[in-house]
């Protein structure tokens, strides 16, 4: 099942793929969905991609290729005996598109690793894209960060893990936040503001805060979710 706005990111990438033989471009896509930012339209492709009605085709700049459409998405699933599951929709009078379905997912960078204890080298370039779940975003720009180290470790953050971060310059005493300390090494650690200082408090008793002047630490994004593998 698709949302209003899939169904019609659909229809106007097809119609224009059948008049010009091209695909459209992010912008046009944004333009004529009515969508403020082209954020918005790559979160639709994805969600698109990941149902199998479009495919991003490698190496080619604006290629997308409609596999199917949406009547027939059910028709091309094997039985296997058994009759496909169709879900009956009734749409009422209000606002219908308003939820996204629970397993949409953003695709977002992740941009290597991060110490939770002694500062390492800043980060990154971007080195993968992994899926989050649309769950764990809002509004913003945001990446991804493994965790190195074990000083969050009472924050249930441990080595290893992936964050997921708001892309952010400021942030609220007492939240956890990507912070560059004197332009050169990036850390997690949950920042307190104590008076014209700003504390780095790790939360492992192993190790100390370290305070800092205002112009020695540059936040660049705070915590808004967490992704753990399990081996």
């Not at 639709?44 to 991609?49: D, Q, V």
Request: zero cysteines; glycine letters at 8%; hydrophobic letters at 40%.
């Amino acid at each position: 099942m698709l949302t209003r706005k899939q169904h019609e990111l659909l229809m106007f990438i097809h119609e224009r793929i059948k008049e010009t033989g091209v695909s459209p471009s992010f912008d046009e896509m944004k333009e004529a969905l009515d969508l403020a930012s082209k954020s918005g339209i790559h979160r639709l492709i994805t969600a698109l991609e990941e149902r199998g009605f479009i495919r991003r085709l490698a190496h080619r700049a604006r290629a997308l290729e409609v596999l199917k459409m949406p009547e027939q998405a059910t028709a091309s699933a094997p039985s296997r005996g058994r009759a496909a599951f169709t879900p009956q929709v009734i749409e009422g009078a209000g606002r219908p598109a308003a939820i996204q379905p629970a397993n949409d997912a953003r695709e977002l960078p992740l941009l290597g690793k991060i110490a939770a204890g002694t500062p390492i080298a800043a980060i990154q370039h971007e080195r993968d894209r992994l899926m989050v779940p649309e769950s764990m975003l809002g509004a913003g720009e945001h990446y991804v960060l493994e965790i190195e180290g074990d000083s969050m470790i009472e924050a249930g953050i441990l080595d290893g893990d992936m964050v997921v971060i708001k892309r952010v310059d400021t942030a609220s005493s007492g939240e956890i936040v990507v912070a560059l300390v004197e332009g050169e090494e990036a850390t997690l650690k949950r920042l307190r503001k104590k008076g014209a200082s700003i504390a780095l408090e790790p939360a492992n008793r192993a190790y100390e805060t370290r305070i800092f002047g205002p112009d020695q630490v540059e936040v660049q994004g705070k915590l808004v979710g967490l992704m753990r593998r399990y081996h």
